[in-house]
């Protein structure tokens, strides 16, 4: 048996005055989209019946000897973990079936996760409520707006105790984990590294319009910006319906996959790089994306994406999160067959490195939790579960199961998160402060790092929001240190 491998009030009016602005002129769009990302994010266009299949006893047998084998023997006094989200780990009205770490959570320890519902958009609201409210709320997902305005609030706690960043099981992520380390101690448990966003593509569609098929171009070193804008420049005429790129996650993914993040943190401090050459020519690129008619356009269809448009040959390309598509294929927004899915890296600059937004998958334990070493445990299953031969193999045959896969979707998807962990790139402004995302990543269409890919130059945005945004990220920087 193998082991496994691996924020001045000024400013915030300010800030206020600009959010405003940007809804002025295509508000019903922007609202329309954050409505429907936080929609996408919490259901599935179709409800399935819960899936209660368990792993076969033979499997269930290789699942308890690994678990034997790796996890500590602890015997937890209180079982029961308390996971805020919007989201369910256990199984749910997805068709999936119970996941690997939840099976050697309860086989191991006797373990079970509480799941307290929220919604996307009243997340850390709720959050608040609950940690101030003292519920023992346990854990929380690390998204991109958890760090580090989560420490400056008092929202989270360090996981240093709880776990050992130089065991087998953590040694392959504390590079990752140091991305969040703030005055030496650290604020994730970060479970893997993955591709924020894939491009997804119908395969039929790229064939019948004589196209090379974007994974064949990545494997051969040609899949890049300039294959990607030629693509969308042969396929896209709007009187004939044939649109060119859709999603709502379009601008970070593109940016991002130049290299540089808008915030950063550089030896500990945190680092705004809004000046930076390669964050203009990523932005440069995205303003000639939208002037050359290659960006689907929400007004088309009352501010919504289309992604069915996909199954239909009538997209060229759609970029989300993998997690789009692992669900039951009858649930797939972009109702592409399952032998017609395709996918490939986010491309990056022409002779650049393949860099890849990251999403650093894992969960901040709650200032207050009740069970924090329950938390780690759970987290330890879930190392396992990624990084045990035996283990990997079952959770293969989960996603030929439930999402009806195929060996090389399956193979590729694990190859793209490779590059995501070799080459990652995560942006600190989101979780800097809401004044720094509604200035950078999140305001609406005409502000920050989004405005470029709905037609404004990027300089004239850049000296915008420049000045703001650096007094603001040091400020928060200076919040950090004095925490000690």
Known sequence: MKNFKKTIAGISALTLTMGLTACGGGSEGDTAEQTTEATMETTTAVTVEVNTATVAEEDQKTLDEVAAENLRDIELENKTIKWLAHYDLNPSGTGNSESVPLNLFKSKYGGEVKWYPTTWNSRYSDLSTSVLGGEGIDFFPCDTAALPKGVINGMFQPIDEYIDMDSALWADMKPAMEIYNFNGKHYELVNSVSAEQIVIYNKQTIEENGFDDPWELYKAGEWNWDTFTSMLESFVDVENEQYGLDGWFNEKALLLSAGVPSVSSVDGTLTVNLNDPTIE?????????????????????????????????????????????????????????????????????????????????????????????????????????????????????????????????????????????????????????????????????????????????????????????????????AQIKELG
């Open 281 to 477: 020519k990523a932005m440069n690129w995205s303003y000639e994306l939208y002037n050359k008619g290659l960006v689907f356009d929400l007004s088309l269809y009352d501010w919504n994406i289309q992604p069915q448009f996909m199954g239909e040959g009538k997209e060229l390309f759609y970029i989300v999160g993998s997690w789009d598509v692992q669900a039951n294929p009858d649930t797939w927004a972009t109702q592409i067959s399952p032998d017609n899915l395709g996918f490939a890296p986010v491309p990056s600059p022409a002779g650049s490195d393949p860099y890849q937004s990251a999403t650093l998958d894992g969960w901040v334990i709650c200032k207050g939790a009740a069970n924090p070493t329950g938390v780690a445990l759970f987290a330890e299953c879930t190392r396992l579960a990624n990084t045990n031969d035996e283990a990997i193999a079952i959770g293969d045959q989960k996603m030929r199961d439930d999402y009806q896969w195929s060996d090389e979707l399956i193979a590729r998807n694990k190859e793209i998160n490779e590059l995501a962990a070799k080459y990652p790139v995560v942006d600190l402004a989101t979780g800097v402060s809401s004044d720094v995302a509604s200035l950078t990543t999140d305001g609406g269409s005409e502000i920050g790092l989004r405005a470029a890919f709905h037609g404004y130059e990027w300089a004239t945005t850049r000296d915008e929001i420049s000045e703001v945004v650096n007094m603001l990220v040091a400020e928060a920087d």
